[in-house]
């Protein structure tokens, strides 16, 4: 007689398939519960991508509190189908809420945003005193 070694790996797989997807169509909540966002730097300030599909710019808050720029959202919908025997009756709330801390370099009052094609675009102005100086020749006397 041999003795096998059982590889476990395989059953918590299978049972992470199987119970992983919302049977009734929904989304994957914890995955998707915060946007994915691109930070980029150029020399006039900080360039912020969020990716939200399906929203609407009025579902968003925008807001700077001491140096501390946050951004969310709150959708509830309700939809009800009543049917010969039936009636259903859905409710969806999402909800989700990133905070930035700003570099001291970021020019809080004239932050600027936009929404567009599911991407949430914020443009973060550095300060006059961070904007990188035009070089100039030093004249020797």
Do not use: C, Q
Not at 37 to 47: A, L, P, Q, R, S
Request: aromatic residues 10%; charged residues 35%; without cysteine.
């Amino acid at each position: 007689m041999s003795i096998v070694k059982r590889n476990n790996v395989l059953f918590p797989s299978i049972m992470n398939d199987f119970f992983a997807p919302d049977w009734f169509g929904g989304v994957d909540k914890v995955r998707a519960t915060l946007p994915a966002v691109n930070i980029k730097e150029d020399e006039k300030g900080f360039h912020l991508e969020l990716s939200i599909p399906g929203g609407k710019k009025e579902d968003f808050n925008i807001e700077v509190d001491n140096d501390t720029l946050t951004i969310s959202n709150e959708v509830k919908n309700e939809t009800e189908t009543k049917e010969e025997k039936y009636t259903r009756r859905e409710f969806s709330y999402a909800t989700f809420k990133r905070a930035f801390v700003l570099p001291e370099t970021v020019d809080g009052t004239k932050i600027d945003a936009s929404y567009e094609a599911g991407i949430l675009r914020l443009v973060l102005p550095k300060k006059e005193e961070a904007l990188p100086k035009p070089k100039r020749l030093i004249e020797i006397k």
